[in-house]
């Protein structure tokens, strides 16, 4: 994050001054603090990383036979794959209906709380508790609400005269469901995220625009959104990425079905990778991706307002 | 140096370091089964799941005994993906069900293990009990990695009394032949006209397999191979292709019989009586016969000339085990002969025994409808044996959406076709990761 | 958080009354005005807002305690039904829902110790230590926090191969451990602490083990705590890694088990909403008990810490 970048040197004058003190043993301070976390972040991150470059140019497979070095031909079979395109493009649609929901109803959740209204903690309670479910008990409820003939919606629409809706079948509605449920599920985090925001506001700021009289609308203008503005960025930040890396949900509701129109980028990987046994190939893609992630982040990190003004 | 040699040559020393002490001493703590049971896999969910509970239920009470923890999985591409990423972990089940029509991309791969054939025969199975087509898709490169449990044939199911109202009985009581397009086309009228209803059901819809069954099953019959030759291109008819395709438009016309029915939807129309007949996989049986409607079965018409049915067949597998236990292997190697033994049992569900003496026994003639559409494990043709084929692949489902679009209306049959071995070519193209 | 300081107006109260609100704001919230019909609306919006969500979670319940033949049945009304504990006895019968509870506090909680002693100890070694290549390990360290965990399945699960761990316990929570982002924020945390205590201490002649664990450590209680929090929900609800290292149905956590293991029966509603109000209920539960701390802990620590 780009906070560190300004962060580093400040410690780095405070830990430079005690170096004369004890030079021989100064020098090696805190190395063995890091080395059992330098280790696993070696095995299990750095490794796998070179690991997985390494396998996207040969044509390694799940089943036992040999492998081959391919050169780019993996990235090359990528560029012209449809599935990776249309899969790529299920995942920005899903992270474009999901992220908007996701935080703007999240700012409204937590504004219309931290109204005071009685009742905190049902509030709180309400919406952070799908939070906690783990995912096949969210897909599980939902799987069953969606249920075509039982279901809690078809049964509603069936009581107001509306026929039926395929909500996982049907193409047109699919990836919406898969939107709609991971709404329920995830927005508490981004409620909580808003609500301890709101709580930091100092109230003097309040205060002042009371002596000047401004009204509700005008306080919320002019001073919460404003002062929220770091915390809607790093909200947006985190769920873009969130939403972007959708497996979970959508692999188990639908596999990416109806007729792909679900399948998310990861899932093709997976797919690639393990149902198909090409790991080089699945490789390549997931470096694919990762390339567009690492651009993404980087276009979001330059709105980032800074926080040492 | 072959990848795993490469891996395992650096990092061997950090995963010896790394995986015993706390946790290996409590491996799997909760474990349901004893230290002896057997893990077996399969895909049986609902009637079929609970005829496999039973079965499993026999073999494990008497001086034998075995001790069996079974685990079902989803049916489909999530099994297949589980079996094979269990395989290539090295801590397989020792007994899993493995569609035969997937073998081509298990077998050569090393995710198997082959069966041990004196072993087997010493517990009583044997080549010879095995109809020869079936036998035959069960080797690879001269071993047998699979040992078929049943075939379960795409049928053709339809209401005894209807069928006798619009005379397409014979004198035994059996379906007419139907030896031709258009004798299927008019038995298909008569039938619709007995019913006042729907002549011959077909659900398809956004089914991932349903056209391509039917598909496969009629092309074979016109006498054709649809080849998929490793590294090469499709060797597919094309006029063929275009005229079971064609077919298929004609027969699913959308005023005689519905084009645009989905599985379940077919099936519920069967059960209400909405319908005559209906083709769909022989595993429906038990659920068609519950409506109360007088079923009668056949083995899939012969509409182009060469007997031949699609089908596919459950078989047990052994799949690689990193360190395997030959004493548990022995024993799964006798599980497998005993539930072959028993699988008359099995063959109330609808399929056929692959075990020969239990369909020779006068018990399984007595079955009606079953043993009416017997025959068909001798006509069976499988997927083109290809890593990328079988049941619950991505090439069944794209075969099947291609169809899709011509019954709907969408496409001509011709260019239906066409795309049906664009797509295999396509398919055939990648590189293949199991040799 | 700390406030930006630049947009406060100059005329401020001294700090030490900024906490304390002023008389007429503790009857009418900041946010709102004075009139009665600005609650109003606000506490239906709010109502209608809990109520969608909260009706999943009461379907669900009222869906359990049906029997599975009622309802099949069509036209069937859930809160008309009888109820029945039919569908809970089944899900023990089974006897999963234990074995996978068992094993996802088991990963859970290991991958939360683990990650908290090499987190907190790796944090405290960047935030005072003064070896070489320190600043280039904690650039590479705060780089990785970018890479998305799950964009590296392919190459984790053939590291797992080679180190013949597939179907293991140490294969769900090895990788798991690897928390750059838990280094990063508790990091920050120990370099706002002043360092005279610790000094003093040396000069006592404690070693840095000792300083750390006497000193630094009980000062940071409520981070470490709302870290180990966030690390043991993000566990506990890990689906995607180990749904791909384990097969082993005895090894499977409890998102994966119920993702993946079938009955033979097929699908029974009543009984997968019973099974889906048991797996909720843990960490639910958890929550009702440690609500503040818990949303304290999402708090900070979704935030990175500031």
Redesign the interface.
């Known amino acids: 994050m780009s906070t560190t970048a300004s962060k580093v040197p400040v410690t780095e004058e405070a830990g430079g001054s005690t170096v004369p003190a004890a030079p021989a043993r100064r020098r090696r301070t805190g190395l063995f603090f890091v080395l059992p976390f330098t280790v696993v972040f070696a095995l299990f991150m750095v490794w796998p990383i070179v690991q997985g470059i390494w396998m996207s140019f040969t044509d390694q497979s799940l089943s036992l036979r040999g492998t081959e070095f391919v050169g780019f031909d993996n990235y090359a079979e990528a560029f012209g794959d449809p599935d990776v395109w249309s899969s790529l493009g299920n995942t920005v649609f899903f992270t474009v209906i999901s992220v908007v929901p996701l935080v703007l109803l999240a700012l409204c959740m937590a504004l219309l709380v931290h109204t005071g209204l009685a009742g905190q903690w049902v509030w709180r309670l309400a919406f952070f508790a799908p939070y906690l479910l783990p995912v096949s008990v969210v897909t599980m409820i939902w799987q069953w609400l969606y249920q075509p003939d039982l279901g809690m919606f078809n049964q509603a629409l069936d009581k107001v005269g509306i026929a039926p809706v395929g909500w996982l079948s049907d193409e047109a509605f699919a990836m919406w469901s898969m939107a709609a449920l991971t709404v329920w599920w995830t927005i508490g985090f981004n409620f909580l995220l808003y609500l301890a925001a709101l709580q930091s506001v100092p109230d003097t700021l309040y205060e002042a625009a009371a002596l000047d009289g401004a009204g509700a609308w005008r306080r919320l203008f002019s001073i919460t959104l404003p002062q929220l503005s770091r915390t809607t960025v790093l909200v947006v930040m985190l769920q873009v990425l969130a939403s972007l890396k959708v497996f979970d949900q959508i692999y188990i509701m639908t596999k990416g079905g109806p007729n792909g129109s679900t399948r998310p980028i990861l899932e093709y990987i997976y797919d690639v990778g393990f149902t198909g046994y090409r790991l080089g190939y699945a490789s390549a893609i997931s470096y694919l991706f990762f390339a567009i992630i690492v651009i993404v982040s980087i276009a979001q990190l330059r709105f980032m307002p800074r926080k040492e003004g | 140096m072959g990848r795993r040699g490469f891996l395992r040559f650096g990092l061997a020393g950090a995963g010896a370091a790394l995986a015993p002490g706390l946790l290996s001493a409590c491996a799997s703590p909760a474990a349901s089964g004893g230290a002896n049971s057997l893990r077996v896999w399969d895909l049986f969910s609902g009637a079929d799941g609970v005829l496999m509970e039973e079965m499993i239920a026999e073999v494990t009470r008497g001086p034998d005994a075995f001790e069996i923890d079974r685990t079902i999985l989803e049916w489909g591409s999530a099994y297949y993906t589980k079996l094979a990423m269990a395989a290539a972990g090295g801590r397989a089940p020792e007994v899993a069900v493995l569609h035969l029509s997937r073998l081509a991309g298990y077998a050569p791969g090393g995710l198997l293990e082959p069966f041990d054939l004196e072993l087997l025969a010493e517990f009583g199975v044997r080549e010879g009990d095995f109809a020869p087509a079936i036998w035959q898709r069960a080797q690879w490169d001269g071993e047998v990695y699979a040992i078929p449990l049943d075939t379960h044939p795409f049928v053709y199911f339809y209401d005894l009394d209807i069928a006798e109202r619009a005379g397409l009985l014979d004198s035994d009581g059996a379906l007419v032949e139907m030896g031709s397009p258009e004798a299927m086309l008019a038995a298909s009228a008569a039938f619709a006209e007995a019913q006042g209803g729907i002549g011959v059901l077909f659900g398809h819809v956004t089914d991932p397999a349903q056209n391509w069954r039917l598909f496969n099953g009629l092309y074979a019959q016109t006498g054709n191979t649809f080849s998929l030759p490793d590294g090469g291109e499709p060797e597919v008819d094309i006029d063929a292709a275009t005229e079971v395709v064609s077919f298929m438009q004609s027969l699913f016309d959308g005023s005689t019989n519905p084009n645009n029915l989905d599985y379940d939807g077919a099936v519920a129309a069967f059960t209400d009586g909405r319908g005559a007949s209906i083709m769909v996989g022989e595993w429906e049986m038990p659920g068609l016969r519950e409506s109360g409607r007088p079923l009668g079965a056949a083995p899939f018409p012969n509409v182009f000339g060469k007997p031949a049915v699609n089908a596919d067949s459950h078989s047990y597998v052994l799949p690689r085990q990193e360190n395997p236990d030959p004493e548990r292997r022995r024993q799964a190697h006798r599980y497998v002969a005993e539930m072959l033994k028993r699988s008359l049992a099995w063959a109330s569900a609808g399929h056929i025994p692959a075990y020969q003496p239990v369909v020779d026994d006068p018990e399984y003639a007595e079955l009606d409808p079953q043993s009416s559409y017997a025959e068909a494990g001798e006509i069976a043709v499988l997927d083109p044996p290809t890593w990328f084929t079988g049941s619950g692949s991505n090439f069944q489902i794209r075969m099947s959406s291609v169809i899709q679009s011509a019954l709907l209306g969408d496409t001509s049959a011709a260019s239906a076709a066409q795309q049906m071995i664009d797509e295999s070519a396509t398919l055939l193209d990648q590189p293949n990761p199991v040799v | 958080?700390?406030?930006?300081?630049?947009?406060?107006?100059r005329?401020?109260?001294p700090a030490g009354l900024?906490?304390?609100?002023?008389q007429e704001?503790a009857g009418a919230?900041?946010?709102?005005?004075h009139g009665r019909l600005?609650?109003v609306l606000?506490?239906g919006?709010?109502g209608i807002?809990?109520l969608?969500?909260?009706?999943?979670?009461v379907?669900?319940l009222i869906?359990s305690f049906q029997s599975e033949r009622d309802?099949?049945s069509?036209g069937?009304n859930p809160i008309k039904g009888a109820l029945t504990l039919d569908a809970y006895r089944q899900v023990f019968d089974r006897?999963?829902l234990?074995?996978w509870a068992?094993?996802s506090i088991l990963t859970a909680g290991l991958v939360t110790l683990i990650t908290i002693?090499?987190?907190t100890?790796?944090a405290?070694?960047?935030?005072?230590?003064?070896?070489?290549g320190?600043?280039a390990?904690?650039?590479?360290?705060?780089a990785?926090?970018?890479?998305?965990p799950?964009?590296?399945?392919?190459?984790?699960?053939?590291?797992?191969?080679?180190?013949?761990?597939?179907?293991?316990?140490?294969a769900i929570i090895?990788?798991q451990?690897?928390a750059?982002m838990m280094?990063?924020i508790l990091k920050?945390f120990f370099?706002a602490i002043p360092?005279e205590l610790e000094?003093a201490a040396r000069i006592d002649g404690a070693s840095?083990l000792r300083v750390?664990w006497s000193i630094v450590l009980p000062l940071s209680r409520p981070i470490v705590s709302a870290v180990s929090v966030f690390v043991f929900?993000g566990a506990?609800?890990n689906?995607?890694w180990p749904f791909?290292i384990t097969?082993?149905?005895?090894?499977m956590t409890?998102?994966?088990?119920?993702?993946?293991?079938?009955?033979?029966?097929?699908?029974a509603?009543a009984q997968?909403?019973a099974?889906?109000v048991l797996?909720?209920a843990p960490?639910?539960i958890v929550?009702?008990f440690f609500?503040r701390r818990i949303?304290?802990s999402?708090?900070?620590t979704?935030?990175?810490g500031?």
Not at chain 3, 29 to 33: E, K, N, Q, S, V
Not at chain 3, 137 to 142: F, G, I, K, P
Not at chain 3, 247 to 251: A, G, V
């Open positions: 958080m700390s406030a930006p300081t630049t947009t406060r107006p005329s401020l109260p900024r906490r304390r609100r002023p704001a919230p900041l946010l709102l005005g600005p609650r606000a506490g919006a709010l807002f809990a969608l969500w909260v009706l999943p979670f379907w669900t869906t309802i099949s069509p069937f006897g999963t234990p074995i068992f094993n002693v090499l987190s100890l790796a405290y070694g960047f935030s005072r230590g003064t070896f070489r320190r600043r390990l904690l650039a590479v360290t705060v990785s926090i970018m890479v998305p799950q964009l590296l399945m392919v190459p984790l699960f053939q590291e797992m191969l080679a180190f013949n761990l597939v179907d293991t316990y140490w090895l990788p451990v690897v750059p280094v990063f920050r370099d360092r000094e840095d750390f929900i506990w609800n689906f995607m791909i097969s082993d149905p005895d090894l409890l998102p994966v088990g119920l993702a993946t293991v079938e009955d033979a029966y097929g699908v509603y997968s909403m099974a889906a797996a909720a960490l639910i929550f009702l609500q949303v304290k999402v708090a900070t979704g935030l990175g500031s």
